[in-house]
T-cell receptor, first 113, second 112 residues
Framework: EAGVAQSPRYKIIEKRQSVAFWCNPISGHATLYWYQQILGQGPKLLIQFQNNGVVDDSQLPKDRFSAERLKGVDSTLKIQPAKLEDSAVYLC???????????FGPGTRLTVT | QKEVEQDPGPLSVPEGAIVSLNCTYSNSAFQYFMWYRQYSRKGPELLMYTYSSGNKEDGRFTAQVDKSSKYISLFIRDSQPSDSATYLCAMSRSSNTGKLIFGQGTTLQVKP
């Protein structure tokens, strides 16, 4: 079974630029999550999708972050404009349903200069 | 105050030692308790989960939950260099919400 795929693995941008991350979950997993993990901290949930509907986006900074999951499979997370404090690893995870058993991708390491 | 507190370490032990990793939490609504392991430059992977209070054992790993003290532990017996990683505790109010609250992680190094 293929794992959660993410791209790119690394991204360096200047503040005020925009960036997008892509995630392909495990086949058949209905729920997809985006987490932000700042260095030295645990992952923080940004947004949770069930199929292509949003279940929870309470911690997503909606003035600059957006996410979509078209057709209930792949997902894209966008930041526009980026700030220095957005430097972090962005993790995508998926699960069969809304479950604690989540499978994580390798993450995208974003550096904002 | 953070909902979940975890000592970041680092914790360094010799091979074969018993390791104890701990988290405390403030929200009594948490019912499900997980331990995820994260190797460097990788995503977290689920190691163990426990529902409510009690113990759960899986090979060299034992998870304990004490809801009265709002305290959870992960014990690793006969630790191996391959156990060197960051261990994240995570908690959830229910089994079908998917929303996990993570601790900041404890970095463990097991020296040969």
């Amino acid at each position: 079974e293929a794992g959660v795929a993410q791209s790119p693995r690394y991204k360096i941008i200047e503040k005020r630029q925009s960036v997008a991350f892509w995630c392909n979950p495990i086949s058949g997993h209905a729920t997809l999550y985006w987490y932000q993990q700042i260095l030295g901290q645990g992952p923080k949930l940004l947004i949770q999708f069930q199929n292509n509907g949003v279940v929870d986006d309470s911690q997503l900074p909606k003035d600059r972050f957006s996410a979509e999951r078209l057709k209930g499979v792949d997902s894209t997370l966008k930041i526009q404009p980026a700030k220095l404090e957005d430097s972090a690893v962005y993790l995508c995870a998926s699960s069969r349903d809304n479950s604690y058993e989540q499978y994580f991708g390798p993450g995208t390491r974003l550096t904002v200069t | 105050q953070k909902e979940v507190e975890q000592d970041p370490g680092p914790l360094s032990v010799p091979e074969g030692a018993i390791v104890s990793l701990n988290c405390t939490y403030s929200n009594s609504a948490f019912q499900y308790f997980m331990w995820y392991r994260q190797y460097s430059r990788k995503g977290p992977e689920l190691l163990m989960y426990t529902y409510s209070s009690g113990n759960k054992e899986d090979g060299r790993f034992t998870a304990q939950v004490d809801k009265s003290s709002k305290y959870i532990s992960l014990f690793i017996r006969d630790s191996q260099p391959s156990d060197s990683a960051t261990y994240l505790c995570a908690m959830s109010r229910s089994s079908n919400t998917g929303k996990l609250i993570f601790g900041q992680g404890t970095t463990l190094q097991v020296k040969p």
